[in-house]
């Protein structure tokens, strides 16, 4: 019984997104692909590098949204991403995030700069 149980928890295991999720890897933190940065900012806070992917999650899109407006400056005509005010937190940027990727997996394998802005632009799009 206690097998039958074990066995059980596994396939559920692979069924329930979250769930089936391995630790954070070093190849996360390259960045590569939008995986990448969903590992990081969907990292369970029992993961023993859980506040190093949180940050690296909250730092790179951060980071890239000010690249953005740094070269989007006095360009508003030209902007794709008009963020709130107030502006959300970052935990709940990276929530959002990995909640519209979830329904968008498409774009996993896509550069996460990319995935960042789909994602930016269908949830703020400024106004034409």
Not at 58 to 76: I, R
Request: charged share 20%; aromatic share 10%; hydrophobic share 45%.
């Amino acid at each position: 019984m206690f097998k039958e149980l074990i066995l059980s928890l596994v396939l559920v295991s692979f069924l329930v997104p979250g769930l089936a999720g391995a630790a954070v890897t070093d190849e996360d933190f390259v960045l590569s692909t939008t995986q990448n940065l969903v590992n990081l900012c969907s990292v369970s806070p029992s993961d023993p590098r859980a506040k190093e992917a949180i940050q690296m999650c909250e730092g790179f899109m951060l980071g890239a949204y000010h690249y953005y407006l740094a070269t989007n400056s006095g360009k508003n005509d030209m902007r794709l991403v008009c963020m709130p005010n107030p502006t959300p937190s970052r935990n709940d940027v990276a929530a959002m995030f990995v909640e519209w990727i979830n329904a968008n997996p498409q774009y996993l394998k896509e550069a996460p700069v990319d995935s960042e802005f789909r994602f930016m632009s269908a949830k703020w799009p400024c106004k034409k």
